[in-house]
């Protein structure tokens, strides 16, 4: 199970960060992502970090955006600098396990206006 939290209201060039916290069974080799969707889009890819600290950025948020992760208190983070009125959206994490199955977190809303 995931649960995401840390959304918000914030201005722009401003910053948030983004946790997402797994219960269950869990391991170190479960990549963890992020994602958004806004209203009538689809679901657009964000980020994700595997086993080794190894990262991957969608384009549109490289350089502003880091995703990192607790494996201790299996969690993951996105801290997100530099908002922009377009990464408004309702932001979800998932976990892909080494078989390939995946969970969805429940999803956590960012506003980004002034």
């Known amino acids: 199970q995931l649960q995401a939290s840390g959304g918000g209201l914030v201005q722009p060039g401003g910053s948030l960060r983004l946790s997402c916290a797994a219960s269950?069974?869990?391991?170190?080799?479960?990549?963890m992502a992020w994602y958004r969707q806004t209203p009538g889009k689809q679901r657009e890819y964000v980020a994700s970090?595997?086993?080794?600290?190894?990262?991957d950025y969608a384009d549109a948020v490289k350089g502003r955006f880091t995703i990192s992760r607790d494996n201790i208190m299996n969690t993951a983070y996105l801290q997100m600098n530099s908002l922009k009125p377009e990464d408004t959206a309702v932001y979800y994490c998932?976990?892909?396990?080494?078989?390939?199955?995946?969970?969805w977190g429940q999803g956590t809303q960012v506003t980004v206006s002034s």
């Open positions: 970090i595997r086993i080794g600290s190894i990262t």
């Open positions: 998932k976990t892909t396990r080494r078989s390939g199955i995946y969970y």
């Open positions: 269950g069974t869990t391991s170190r080799t479960d990549v």
